[in-house]
């Protein structure tokens, strides 16, 4: 179980403690702390939050989401269809990168935060609800017939039970194309022992793990690995803005080539901008290219 030290942000506080419990507690006690949450003095005179505290309530007596289970718009940054849960408490590989992993910047919004807990709850209690929603994204037109999927926006794989879900909901539904990254390297590992991977599935090494060099290697080897996705400390504050310029991406190849003596190809910080044929991470085209981005 990784948490995250929020020093100047309270209610980041309040929410973490509230998803150690919603992915290791019993419903009882989930529904226990969800009161408690919602009595804490934060949150007076906060509607939003308060809304957010009545779904919840909803979700734990009826297993109806109460939210989207899957992102199926996309936004600018990634165009594709999705699936969140919580950060931090479901990445069982996390290291460095919690220091400054962007998924807990959603939590600034009670609604995003929410409905990750609603994905963990789900996942945990009630999986078969998971794979009726993705049923249901056969029913929007333009996803008839397929689309790419991006599984694991915020979180990670928590359990071998995670794993052996999404890989027979993946391939049992081949005209998906689904990629991601991860640190869950064990688990991955000891599916590759049981199970069998999908074809129309795709995974980055995700950099910031806490993997010895060994369990690394050999996650790297597995069927299923398009390489790694690195990121990269360039020593100045990186926004949204400078991700695909040409000085800055210059400088990003410059700083992971001095850390490791390899070229890479820097993302440009949106998903599927980055070749005219498809996005390097999901993609064979890529297969064993170290990916690069600067932490922001």
Wanted: charged letters at 15%.
């Amino acid at each position: 179980m990784h948490t995250k030290t929020f020093a100047n942000a309270p209610v980041f506080s309040l929410f973490q403690d509230f998803a150690v419990v919603v992915q290791t507690g019993t419903i009882g006690q989930i529904s226990q702390a969800l009161e408690i949450l919602a009595a804490d003095p934060m949150f007076e005179g906060k509607p939003k939050a308060n809304a957010c505290f009545a779904k919840f309530r909803t979700l734990l007596a009826s297993n109806v989401p109460q939210w989207p289970v899957f992102a199926k718009q996309g936004n600018s940054k990634l165009p594709f269809v999705s699936f969140s849960t919580l950060p931090g408490v479901t990445c069982p590989g996390a290291g460095e990168c919690l220091s400054f992993c962007y998924s807990f910047s959603s939590w600034r919004y009670p609604d995003s935060f929410f409905r990750q807990a609603q994905n963990a709850f789900l996942m945990r209690f009630y999986p078969t609800v998971i794979g009726g929603e993705i049923e249901k994204l056969f029913k929007v037109k333009k996803l008839a017939n397929g689309f790419d999927f991006r599984l694991y926006v915020d979180g990670d794989f928590s359990s071998l039970h995670d794993v052996a879900l999404w890989m027979n909901i993946i391939r049992n539904h081949p005209t998906v194309n689904a990629y991601g990254y991860s640190k869950s390297f064990a688990l991955l590992l000891r599916y590759d022992n049981e199970g069998q991977w999908p074809t129309n599935y795709t995974v980055n090494l995700s950099s910031g793990h806490n993997a010895d060099p060994v369990t690394a290697a050999l996650f790297e080897a597995l069927p299923i690995v398009r390489g790694r996705f690195s990121a990269v400390n360039v020593g100045y504050a990186v926004t949204s803005a400078m991700h695909g310029t040409k000085e800055h991406d210059a400088k990003v190849r410059e700083v992971y080539a001095a850390q490791t003596g390899k070229k890479a190809f820097v993302c440009p910080g949106e998903c599927g901008s980055c070749t005219p044929k498809g996005h390097a991470c999901g993609s064979k085209r890529f297969q064993n290219v170290d990916i690069i981005i600067a932490v922001h």
